[in-house]
């Protein structure tokens, strides 16, 4: 069973390390290794900005399996990290669905 929270400081290490993921890295727009460092004050400006940065975390069987992110500049953005360990086990449609639904619930806005 899928269930969705919003991003809390303890995902910071996850978050860092899914998105230190060989084929993550592979697949997003940089593929350099992150910094420590840098994520640490990518991730407080996130959490920080919850006008333009909507952070969640789906879980199966509350185990963390991926994060949904929303970004607002000129228009909304959506990103998608999937756990190397979940990839590849039809959960990214569904994740992207909790994810819309709680951007809906905890924002009382819709993207679309």
């Known amino acids: 069973m ?15 390390d899914w998105g230190n993921d060989p084929d993550t890295r592979q697949f997003s727009g940089n593929s350099q290794i992150l910094e ?3 994520h640490v004050k990518w991730f407080k400006a996130k959490v920080n900005n919850p006008m333009n940065d909507k952070l969640f975390i ?3 069987d509350n185990t963390e399996v991926c994060l949904v992110r929303f970004e607002k500049k000129d228009n909304w ?3 998608i990290t999937m756990s190397p360990e979940y ?3 039809g959960l990214g449609f569904d994740c992207l669905r909790l994810g819309l639904e709680a951007f809906d619930q905890f924002f009382s806005t819709t993207l679309y």
């Not at 899928?2 to 860092?16: G, P």
């Open 2 to 16: 899928l269930s969705v929270r919003k991003v809390e400081e303890k995902d910071k290490k996850l978050i860092f």
């Open 36 to 38: 420590w460092d840098t």
């Open 58 to 60: 789906i879980l199966k």
């Open 87 to 89: 990839r590849g086990l």
């Open 77 to 79: 953005s959506i990103g």
